[in-house]
């Protein structure tokens, strides 16, 4: 439920705040006031399309906050988890636009336009001119009459997605084999790069280790030279040496040792160091005697590793690559060698799948037909008490394998005959506007309570209705608005009459600038204006919108009592 609207710099509105209520919020004003303005911007709130257009003549943002309770939504929490978001009772949305850039927030975490337009689809539905030229759109019957015959159908249309999704993988699956020329030469390229790959004999942790020989051998001379030198520093020669130098001190100190014994500890230590030069120095003399520079094994190795380089520019980045996609070579060399099998297999389980989705379809286009027949009968009721009395309305299909896809194999159309004694016909071929705002609302009171959706808005859904029907319509939203939250823009006075929360939107021109604010209406103003949008239908006057409003509040309570 929508608790708060604030609208920034957007068309004719400065700046401007409306607190809904729950159940039924109508908002009303003369032509032109801005009523459209308040559902724009909630739209906007909503992700649709930023028009730069409404940004508020002198101003350089436009912005919308709208705050939504999610007590009851909870279709929007699971989506606010999915997005990362925490679990919350509260959710805060925030968009604004200038001329160059938009800014999107989550609870005040940055966002993309895509969140908000999943979010805003669990939250609010918007029905007016846009939604009745959905309406007469056949590609959104079959989707209606789903959802009002959901438990039936749903089930059915989820298996048929699962066993299509398996279909249509089996047939890419075939595909890649390809024909049978295709086939050889994939298995003959299969088979050169697993031989060339085999060949190579590849080890992980082989090229570092010839790259290490490689550096070894690429300087070897420096090799040399640099540990004969260290090994000569150590023994030197006859007058000096490291190891001449510590023998000479050892001799020393031996000599006062007898004389202290501290000292024995100091000559201990040299004695050790002594040693461990000795090692050293016969080890540097060894290394320099086995160093081995064997011209062909160099060779061996930049061989070695050119090799290594070549594989992996060909078939990955690194030896582990190489190997990991040469069992992937390996398998699809063994499908590719064993197709026949593999084909007549697939072929086999394609025509079981196929078979399934022909039964699961007809069983679903049975179900959908009995639930038109269902519709039929509840939307001509709601029709006939809203003046469309004789109406009749069908759904026609067309069903067939050529039509099968995901959600079975129908499609379907919604056709109706406002007048007794015409022909059923295309809704954008017969149906008036008046006729298509009743419709749309009868179609919206029989599947509002099908959806999770706690707030429906209705943008002057009584276009073209006046006199005993508009009761009919006040009472419609009064229903609708049991358990979830109704927006309504009406100029009928019996639909004033019913709300719970009255707004006047109202426009006025201040020092030659045009602004249009929104007036919360306590009971004399909701009277007021009932007698307002009484005047054009027959002129009221006060008694008379009294006793309308009186009216409405118990025709009301006696609705939500039932």
Not at 504 to 529: A, C, F, M, Q, Y
């Amino acid at each position: 439920m929508i608790l708060q609207l604030h609208i920034k710099n957007i068309a004719l509105i400065e700046d401007c705040t409306v607190d809904f209520g729950g159940k039924l919020n109508v908002l009303s004003g003369e032509t032109g006031a801005g009523k459209s303005i308040i559902i724009d911007s909630l739209g906007f709130a909503l992700g649709a399309r930023a028009d730069k257009s409404l940004i508020r003549h002198g101003a350089t943002t436009a912005s919308v906050e709208a705050v939504f309770d999610l007590s009851d939504s909870p279709m929007t929490k699971k989506k606010m988890v999915e997005m990362g978001f925490e679990e919350e009772d509260s959710l805060i949305l925030f968009r604004s636009m200038t001329e160059s850039r938009s800014d999107i927030r989550i609870n005040g975490r940055p966002a993309v336009l895509s969140m908000i337009k999943e979010l805003g689809a669990t939250l609010v539905d918007i029905l007016g001119q846009h939604e009745n030229q959905s309406l007469l759109s056949v590609s959104s019957h079959i989707e209606l009459l789903d959802k009002y015959g959901e438990d039936a159908i749903m089930p059915l249309k989820t298996e048929i997605s699962d066993l299509y999704r398996k279909y249509k993988e089996i047939d890419r699956k075939l595909a890649s084999y390809g024909d049978e020329a295709t086939r050889a030469r994939r298995i003959d390229i299969l088979k050169y790069q697993i031989d060339e790959i085999k060949a190579a004999e590849l080890t992980e942790g082989e090229e570092e280790s010839l790259l290490a020989d490689r550096e070894r051998f690429r300087n070897s001379e420096k090799i040399v030279e640099s540990v004969g030198t260290a090994a000569y520093a150590l023994k030197g020669d006859d007058s000096f040496s490291v190891q001449s130098v510590l023998s000479a001190a050892m001799n020393s100190l031996r000599q006062s040792t007898s004389y202290d014994t501290r000292l024995e500890e100091l000559y201990d230590r040299l004695d050790s160091a002594y040693v461990e030069l000795k090692d050293i120095t016969d080890e540097l003399d060894s290394y320099v005697e086995s160093f081995d520079f064997d011209a062909g094994s160099a060779d061996r190795v930049e061989k070695r590793v050119d090799l290594i380089r070549s594989m992996k520019r060909k078939y990955g980045a690194t030896v582990t690559d190489i190997l990991s996609n040469l069992e992937k070579f390996e398998q699809e060399y063994a499908e590719l060698t064993e197709a026949d099998d593999l084909i007549n297999d697939l072929t086999a389980e394609k025509e079981v799948i196929y078979d399934k989705l022909l039964k699961k379809s007809s069983l679903l286009s049975q179900n959908r037909r009995e639930a038109a027949s269902e519709l039929k009968k509840e939307l001509e009721s709601e029709l006939s008490q809203l003046g469309m009395g004789g109406s009749v309305f069908d759904v026609k299909f067309s069903s067939g394998e050529e039509f099968l896809g995901e959600n079975g194999y129908d499609r379907a159309e919604f056709l109706i005959s406002p007048n007794p004694g015409e022909p059923v016909r295309s809704l954008s071929k017969i149906i008036s506007g008046g006729e298509m705002s009743r419709f749309m609302l009868a179609m919206k009171v029989i599947t509002s309570r099908l959806d999770g959706i706690q707030t429906l808005v209705f943008d002057e859904v009584d276009a073209g209705i006046s006199g005993k029907i508009g009761e009919v319509v006040a009472e419609k939203l009064a229903l609708v608005s049991v358990g979830r939250q109704v927006i309504a823009i009406t100029h009928l006075p019996q639909v004033a009459a019913m709300s719970d929360v009255h707004f006047l939107i109202e426009k006025s021109v201040s020092n030659g600038v045009t602004r249009t604010s929104l007036l919360p209406l306590d009971e004399e103003g909701v009277i007021g204006e009932v007698e307002r949008l009484s005047a054009g239908a027959g002129a009221y006057g006060t008694l008379h919108a009294r006793e309308l409003r009186k009216i409405a509040l118990a025709k009301k309570s006696e609705i939500r009592s039932k």
